[in-house]
DNA sequence: AATTATGGTCTGTGATCACAGATCATAGTA
DNA sequence: TACTATGATCTGTGATCACAGACCATAATT
């Protein structure tokens, strides 16, 4: 399920596709935290009638990827510094656990297409893609944790990711500014860095080691939005501006 | 927002109504697994168009408490008993930390209403009311989950509830006849029994035996569902029936 | 000039309708 | 009698419309 948010959906049905095009783009960081969404704005830009919108929105309003407002508006979620730290300490144990259950499972057909995808990132990263690098980092991430023995957990995660992506897309910039040069540095190769060693864990046939990797990695960036706090989450504001789908066509 | 599924919710969206309403039927097991709803039969049912039905439904299938079948329809899903192990494992988790957290932070007023919440489980056993039974034990547990201080966690409970409920209450009896008349008469008053035991944790002020004890009961139950497995679940079929929903009145 | 009133616009909401596909019972046919 | 064909019915789906509330810019009034 969660992988099928980055592949095409043969669904005929014109509210999965929207629904889809939707998880796609907030994932990938399309929308901004605190952004208003409207039915028809999303309707006639999606090239399709209200109706298959409304209910995609409410879908995503159910997982909380979007929130609807007291003034019966929908909008991007702008998560508070702790709703951040509450859900990265629910992705360090489920994240986790779906990293140890997927090593222990993992073909070697399997790796072999984890690399591949390692090397589209290396890719997009030598090209200056921010757009491929994101979307490969969340294939990558996902493909393993479709292969955990644990079938319900994959969409928890999925659901976390959807209700964090935003709010991680507009941190990720400000952090870098607390970052000395040196470290912004590292930070740039980082993602990279961290799918190397857990590659070598998976290699390695050591899922404990896996999961300590992915842990780790999630406890460090825990700890930097708790030393950074909500010092600059008081700017979030309501953002609205046209958006180009061209990346998301419907058909 | 979990605890309010049994609260009289003051929204005025006939969607958000719907919506509540169907959840707290789905966890009072008022729906059968592989039962099927229809969204006029819903509106009818509940004085209503379709439109409000509509939006509630699709928020619950993207929750998984509603599946789309391949020939569009909708149901209740009908878990196996791998996916019943697979939500018990995330359950033990989650709710024990949750209860751990939970633990940690109650205060005389919350512990003197989930006393108030017991005997009220009491009364309703002594009365025979299974319904009154099972809104009681669901308070319980949700107004326990509601009090931890990751404020994501109850909403990721929840839908896990919401996913498994209708099979559990499928199970329930099938699984009684597994067990010697001994057990079963044990087993009437076990939800009590648990209950008991966590509350003399929190008022001991013992987290971490709190968090054992939801761990421990939620794990003797995945034992016996491993040990019963699917034996039979194959008769699980199509449910259709004349719904009284007089105990979810939506006006 | 400052305040109030007004009208247009944008929003979600609920209702209704036509339509296509599936299903099933019934009637027609071999 | 057994099979087939047909038509009624039920399903979700998508589109469209009217409506009320919020908002805002503009004009009228004080």
Redesign the interface.
């Known amino acids: 399920m969660s992988v099928k948010a980055f592949q095409q959906v043969e669904t005929k049905s014109a509210?999965d596709q929207v629904?889809h095009i939707l998880k796609r783009a907030i994932l990938a960081g399309f929308f901004r935290p605190g952004e208003q969404v409207t039915i028809r704005g999303l309707a006639s830009q999606l090239g399709t009638s209200e109706m298959p919108v409304?209910?995609a929105i409410?879908?995503?309003?159910?997982?909380?990827a979007i929130e609807a407002t007291q003034d019966r508006k929908f909008r991007i979620p702008v998560l508070s510094s702790?709703?951040m730290k509450?859900?990265l300490?629910?992705r360090i144990?489920?994240e986790g656990?779906a990293t140890e259950e997927a090593a222990e499972r993992l073909t070697q057909e399997q790796l072999d297409h984890l690399h591949a995808i390692h090397e589209e990132m290396g890719e997009a990263i030598s090209n200056q893609d921010s757009q491929g690098m994101i979307e490969a980092n969340i294939r990558f991430h996902f493909f393993i944790y479709d292969q955990c023995?644990?079938?319900?957990?994959p969409?928890?995660i999925e659901?976390?990711w959807l209700?964090y992506s935003p709010t991680l897309t507009e941190y990720v910039p400000r952090l870098m500014k607390h970052l000395t040069h040196k470290d912004q540095q590292a930070a740039r190769i980082l993602d990279r860095e961290r799918h190397t060693r857990l590659l070598d864990a998976f290699k390695a046939r050591d899922p404990s080691r896996a999961r300590a990797h992915m842990e780790a990695d999630l406890s460090t960036f825990l700890r930097v939005v708790d030393k950074i706090g909500d010092s600059f989450a008081d700017d979030f504001e309501q953002h609205r501006s046209v958006r180009d789908y061209a990346k998301f066509p419907l058909h």
Chains 1, 2 share one sequence.
């Open positions: 509210h629904y409304r209910e409410k879908s995503l309003v159910a997982q909380k702790q709703q509450d859900i300490e629910l144990m489920l656990l023995s644990n079938q319900a957990l969409a928890i659901s976390l209700q």
